[in-house]
C-alpha cells in the first residue's frame, strides 16, 4: 500500500533568534512542504532527486531509537531552496512522522535531533515545531524557555507574502553559531535583540487579537530593525525590500528566517497579495496559515 506523508515549510512571522535565548516567537506553517510517498519493501531505502537523504535517514533513525518498518520511497518538494522557509527542517519532520508515526511535540523534537545529527548546526526548534504544529488559519506562538505554545488566529483577510532577496544565506550557518556565542558570552546588542523581540511578539500577538493592523506594522517595523542595528543579521538587500514592501502597501513586512540574505514576509490584504507580490522584484510566494505535518 502506497502511503505520502507531507510536512509543511514555515514562515516565521516574529520572533528571530529568540530561540537562542529562551524567549518567543510567532511562526506560521505554510501551503508549501515536502512530501515523502512510501510502499513496504524489504530495505529502507529513501531517496530525492534534491540531494542525498542518507545522513537524514540515518539521524532519524538513530533518534527514533527502533528500527522503522523498512519502505522504499521518494521525497519530493515544493519549497524554493534558500528562501528561508525552513526546508531543511521538513524534510527531517517529515521523514520523523513516516518513520516513528510521531506527532506533535515529540515530533518537533526528534526532527530537530536528527538535523542536529545530520548537519552539525545547533538549530533551534523553531523551524520543527512550526511544521508539526501548524493549524489553518493560525500562527504557532511558542515559548521557547517551556516549550508550551498555543494557536493564535491571524485576522481574516491578510495574506503572507514571502519575497527573495536574491541573494543567497550567505554564512548563515557560521553567522548563527557566531550569533549563539556572543547571546552566551552576554554581548550587550545581542541579548537586547533577543529580549526586545519577545516584547514585539506579545505586542503582535496582542495586536492581532484587537484587529490592530497598524501596530503590527510597527512592530514588524520595529523586529527588522533591531535585527539589522543590533543583530546585524540583515543584508542591504533585505532592508531595502522591507522599505519597498510598506511602500507598495503591506501592512507589516520585516526580515525573515536566518537572516544574512534570504527573504522577507510581508502581510497583504488577500485582495492585493498577487498584485503586490508581481509589483516586488525577484520570486515572490504568495502563501496562508495552513496545517501542520499529517499523512495525506
Do not use: K
Not at 529502507?44 to 542518507?54: F, H, I, Q, T
Not at 515545531?129 to 491571524?154: C, K, N, Q
Not at 507598495?248 to 498577487?274: K, Q, Y
Request: charged share 25%.
Amino acid at each position: 500500500m502506497i502511503r505520502r506523508f507531507f510536512a509543511p515549510g514555515r514562515v516565521n512571522l516574529i520572533g528571530e533568534f529568540t530561540d537562542l535565548a529562551g524567549g518567543l516567537a510567532l511562526p506560521a506553517a505554510i501551503h508549501l512542504g515536502v512530501t515523502l510517498t512510501v510502499e513496504p519493501a524489504d530495505e529502507l531505502d529513501l531517496r530525492s532527486p534534491l540531494g542525498d537523504l542518507a545522513r537524514s535517514v540515518e539521524a532519524v533513525v538513530a533518534e527514533l531509537g527502533r528500527p522503522p518498518e523498512p519502505v522504499r520511497g521518494t521525497l519530493s518538494s515544493t519549497l524554493p531552496a534558500g528562501a528561508g522557509l525552513g526546508s531543511s527542517a521538513s524534510v527531517h519532520v517529515v521523514l520523523a512522522l513516516a518513520l516513528g508515526g510521531l506527532e506533535g511535540l515529540e515530533l518537533a523534537q526528534v526532527a530537530q535531533r536528527a538535523e542536529r545529527r545530520a548537519l552539525g548546526v545547533p538549530c533551534g526548534i523553531l523551524d520543527q515545531a512550526a511544521s508539526a504544529l501548524g493549524a489553518d488559519g493560525h500562527a504557532v506562538l511558542l515559548d521557547f524557555a517551556t516549550l508550551r505554545h498555543e494557536l493564535v488566529p491571524l485576522p481574516e483577510g491578510l495574506a503572507i507574502v514571502v519575497v527573495h532577496s536574491g541573494v543567497a544565506r550567505r554564512n548563515a550557518e557560521s553567522g548563527y553559531v557566531l550569533r549563539r556565542r556572543e547571546l552566551e558570552e552576554g554581548m550587550p546588542a545581542r541579548v537586547r535583540h533577543v529580549e526586545s523581540e519577545s516584547g514585539r511578539v506579545r505586542g503582535v500577538v496582542d495586536a492581532f487579537a484587537r484587529g490592530d493592523l497598524p501596530r503590527v506594522g510597527e512592530l514588524f517595523r520595529a523586529g527588522h530593525e533591531s535585527l539589522r542595528v543590533d543583530f546585524e543579521a540583515t543584508v542591504p538587500e533585505l532592508d531595502r525590500l522591507v522599505e519597498l514592501a510598506y511602500a507598495e502597501g503591506a501592512v507589516a513586512a520585516r526580515m525573515t528566517g536566518g537572516g544574512f540574505g534570504g527573504a522577507i514576509v510581508a502581510l497583504v490584504a488577500a485582495e492585493d497579495a498577487d498584485a503586490f507580490a508581481a509589483r516586488m522584484p525577484g520570486a515572490s510566494w504568495v502563501t496562508r496559515a495552513c496545517g501542520g505535518a499529517r499523512e495525506l
